[in-house]
């Protein structure tokens, strides 16, 4: 197959753009991935272009997977595949290349995730810092964070200037112990090894790199990818303002605004045809954005052969109303018109506890729809059991992983118990140890420590004696199982546990327990997607990135929670580009719905919290579209 075969006239000077640093505008349907993977084909097949002298960063795990997989239906099986990856992984891979090298962060290189950040560091955090509430404790790591990501930590004298020096105090002190890194740092780390660590090499040079939702990368990010394209790459940056959702991360969408700038010279590049969103679709998609006055105009049309679509505001009395309607819908959509149920997703702004989920859940299962719903930070390994196995899985690759040992102690059901845990880290801190020496000095000396000593001991043994089973030369699938029936009780948790897994070993491309860990370090966390095959999805907003379903239901478009309590111009900025996102996922239908009223629980949710009374959200109130009645509706179609 040649190289430029599907491609559109626009999409096809992209793909063989060559000689300059690039900028691709590429508004939602556009066929920016496939464009990425024809321009890999392009350098390869008719350039000879070595592969490994090309570099693509994405944003997602997911965005990754894809890309590769577009790649590998363009190259076939024999050619090798140049490096596709995380700007996270990347960065992870090499720190760790030029761990004997690096010394800014803890060795061996280990990123604590956001569960061992919430029970872990932070907890212990609130307790050593004497705080009454975690949110305190959190909103000073999101500080840190911030400077980092904003690159405000490169000032002189930083960490003296910094808000709270007991807080920097308190965590350096902490990571000491328990000997992480922070997932937010892992950029940041990278750009200063870059910089100041002498013999610092990439694990190859790069000729070629193509970055991918440049939009969404914050100022260190940035820095990265100019640090890299400074030792020789032509950068390829595609993306789209428009689309710029990670404004809590601090995405910078000026960065691809001002892409000129930064390099020239450079080629400007644009894709103006939309083959997903059907005509009505995309004129709301483009009233949303164009509320913005500071975006990057660009051209963007329907496909020839697009359809009118469907576009309806539906407004509903209460919660239960709108969770009942939404689900007659669905089951209209799938029985009447053929819809997969797959093929539908239900999005949302926020749903934190499961706050919106479960009653649409409950609603789409009375109504006999096959439904999948996962709330935020929802995964089968942030419940203990997938905690516990987690555990072992790190410890199976490094024995003295403290974090592993911490969690392990504090979940499995023992006599521990959290003064003992906090004796530990007693200990670690007085005698300048990490946390498994202090444990295991407890644990062979229970003469000296005879009021702790016993269920420390008996942990130690025992969970030592299971580590011993973890068979590293086997199959990564056979592995996993061995370890899950020898760990994991339940067999409902085993299947969840070892099905989460298997999806994430395909999409990071790994067969081995190593790899595995680090596709799971290196993730963005509750920002991943993950999608059931089978069901309608319901997600929040920013899980729908990158996504395409027949049908999208936008539930609670509300100003309470679009913008909710983000205002202020920056701030709306993201929640309206957050919502254009949202609105162009659909294809051929769109239904937006809002209550005139949430009560029990929904009622403190969104901003003025405790109010029931709601409104239509700011990004809706001038456009063409009128409300209609929801039941009304449903009766007319007879739904």
């Excluded at 890999?40 to 997911?62: E, N």
Aim: hydrophobic share 40%.
């Amino acid at each position: 197959m040649s190289w430029d075969t599907g491609l559109l006239s626009k999409q096809r000077v992209a793909a063989s753009h060559i000689g300059f640093h690039a900028r691709l505008l590429a508004g939602p349907g556009t066929g920016k991935t496939f464009v990425l993977s024809k321009r890999i084909a392009y350098l390869i097949q008719q350039k000879k272009v070595s592969a490994d002298t090309i570099l693509a960063l994405t944003f997602t795990r997911a965005a990754a997977h894809e890309l590769e997989q577009k790649t590998r239906d363009e190259l076939g099986n024999t050619i090798v595949l140049p490096r596709i990856s995380t700007l996270h992984a990347f960065s992870l891979r090499q720190l760790l290349k030029n761990s004997d090298k690096v010394n800014m962060v803890p060795r061996p290189l280990r990123i604590a995730d956001d569960w061992e950040e919430r029970h872990i560091i932070l907890e212990n955090l609130k307790n050593i810092l004497k705080l009454d509430r975690i949110d305190r404790v959190r909103e000073k790591l999101n500080q840190l964070s911030a400077d980092w990501e904003t690159l405000s930590a490169d000032k002189k004298n930083w960490e003296q200037t910094y808000p709270d020096p007991s807080f920097i105090g308190a965590w350096q002190q902490h990571r000491k112990v328990f000997g992480y890194t922070l997932r937010s740092e892992l950029v940041y780390q990278l750009k200063k090894a870059i910089e100041q660590t002498p013999g610092f090499t990439l694990e190859q040079k790069y000729d070629y790199m193509l970055v991918d939702e440049y939009q969404d990368l914050n100022l260190c990010d940035l820095a990265v990818v100019k640090a890299i394209s400074a030792q020789g790459a032509e950068v390829f940056a595609a993306g789209d303002d428009d689309q710029s959702i990670y404004g809590f991360r601090f995405a910078y969408p000026d960065g691809i605004r001002k892409f000129g700038e930064t390099y020239e010279p450079f080629t400007p590049l644009d894709l103006d045809e939309c083959t997903r969103c059907d005509k009505s679709i995309l004129q709301l998609g483009l009233f949303v954005a164009d509320l913005d006055p500071k975006r990057a105009k660009k051209p963007l049309k329907a496909s020839g052969t697009a359809g009118e679509g469907e576009v309806r505001l539906l407004w509903f009395q209460d919660q239960d109303e709108e969770a009942d309607g939404v689900a007659r819908l669905c089951k209209l959509l799938i029985e009447h018109r053929g819809y997969d149920p797959a093929k539908i997703l239900i999005l949302l702004r926020a749903d934190r506890h499961g706050m919106f989920s479960k009653i649409l859940q409950q609603a789409l299962e009375r109504h006999g729809v096959p439904v999948a719903a996962r709330a935020e930070n929802d995964s089968p390994l942030d419940t203990d059991e997938g905690r516990i196995f987690l555990g072992f899985l790190r410890l199976c690759i490094n024995r003295r992983d403290h974090l592993a040992w911490r969690t392990l102690l504090a979940l499995r059901k023992n006599s521990v118990g959290e003064a003992k845990l906090n004796v530990i880290y007693d200990l670690a801190v007085q005698k300048g140890l990490h946390y498994t020496d202090a444990l295991e000095s407890v644990a062979q000396n229970p003469n000296s420590f005879s009021a702790i000593a016993s269920p420390l001991a008996q942990e130690w043994k025992t969970i030592g004696g299971m580590i011993d089973a973890c068979d590293q030369t086997a199959e990564l699938s056979d592995l996993l199982t061995t370890m899950l029936e020898k760990v994991i009780e339940a067999p409902e948790a085993r299947t969840a546990i070892a099905q989460y897994l298997s999806e994430v070993a395909t999409s990071v491309g790994t067969t081995s327990l190593s790899g595995l860990l680090s596709g799971l370090s290196a993730s963005l966390g509750d920002k991943e997607q993950e999608i059931a095959s089978d069901s309608v999805n319901i997600l929040t907003m920013h899980k729908a990135k990158g996504l395409t379903a027949d049908a999208v239901f936008i539930v609670a478009a509300e100003d309470e929670y679009l913008p909710g309590n983000q205002l202020g111009e920056e701030k709306e900025g993201d929640e309206r580009r957050l919502f254009y996102v949202s609105l162009t996922r659909a294809k051929h239908s769109l239904y937006m719905t809002y209550c005139k009223k949430r009560t029990k629980q929904q009622k403190y949710t969104g901003r003025g919290q405790g109010e029931p009374d709601r409104t239509l959200t700011r990004f809706l109130r001038d456009a063409w579209l009128r409300p209609e009645g929801g039941i009304s509706y449903l009766g007319s179609i007879g739904a």
